[in-house]
C-alpha cells in the first residue's frame, strides 16, 4: 500500500475515513496502529512509531491524525521534522505502511507531500461524505452516505486532541544506530 493522505477541512470526513480504512485493514488481519483513538487498533506515539523500526512478517499500517502535529509543515529543518521524515523514508523497508489526515496541504511538511502516492481530498454533503481519491494519474470519487458513515461515529473520537509528539532526537538517533546528518538551520 502506498502512502496515502486524506486532506479536507474541519468536519469534511477526514478522520472519519482514516477511521474506516484502519478498520477495514484490521479486518484483513493487518497490524494496525493509530495516534488516536480507534476501538481495536492499538495506539502508537511517537516513541512506539520509532520502536516499529524492525522489520515485521507482516504489513503493519499506521494511522497519523492531524499529521501536522508530527510533520509540521513551517518547521522543514528542525531536528524532529528531519527524523520523523527519514522514519517515513524507511517505512517501507520497514514494512509500515503510513495513512494521514490534515486539513490542508501547506499544514504539513512539504517533503511529506512529496512522498505521499495517493490523496484523498474530503467534502461533506447533506447527504453523504464524498471521496477523491487520486494517485496523480487517475482519478476515483467514492461516497459515504451519512446512515453509513453513522454506523463509525462510536469507533472513534472525533474530537480527541493528537498531542504533539516529544521526542528526546539526542537517544533516538544512538537508538535507531543509522546515522543521519542533522543540520541547525538559523535564519538571521
Not at 537508538?175 to 535564519?187: M, P, S, Y
Request: proline share 3%; net charge positive; charged share 30%.
Amino acid at each position: 500500500m502506498p502512502i496515502w493522505g486524506s486532506l479536507g477541512p474541519l468536519g469534511s470526513g477526514k478522520s472519519l475515513f482514516l477511521t474506516i480504512k484502519l478498520l477495514q485493514y484490521l479486518e484483513q488481519g493487518y497490524d494496525v496502529y493509530s495516534n488516536y483513538t480507534v476501538e481495536g487498533v492499538k495506539k502508537i506515539d511517537a516513541r512506539t512509531f520509532i520502536d516499529l523500526k524492525k522489520r515485521s512478517d507482516r504489513v503493519r499500517v499506521i494511522g497519523i491524525d492531524e499529521v501536522y502535529t508530527w510533520f509540521e509543515g513551517r518547521l522543514a529543518m528542525s531536528k524532529t521534522n528531519i527524523f520523523m521524515r527519514y522514519l517515513i523514508i524507511q517505512s517501507r523497508k520497514r514494512g509500515n505502511d503510513i495513512m494521514y489526515s490534515a486539513p490542508h496541504m501547506t499544514t504539513m511538511d512539504y517533503s511529506l507531500q512529496r512522498l505521499t502516492d495517493v490523496f484523498t481530498y474530503c467534502k461533506k454533503r447533506k447527504d453523504a461524505f464524498e471521496y477523491a481519491i487520486t494517485n496523480r494519474e487517475k482519478l476515483i470519487v467514492r461516497e459515504v452516505p451519512l446512515h453509513i458513515a453513522k454506523q463509525f461515529y462510536d469507533k472513534y473520537d472525533t474530537y480527541e486532541i493528537v498531542p504533539v509528539p516529544k521526542i528526546d532526537i539526542k537517544n533516538l538517533m544512538g537508538e535507531i544506530q543509522e546515522k543521519v546528518e542533522v543540520k541547525e538551520v538559523k535564519i538571521k
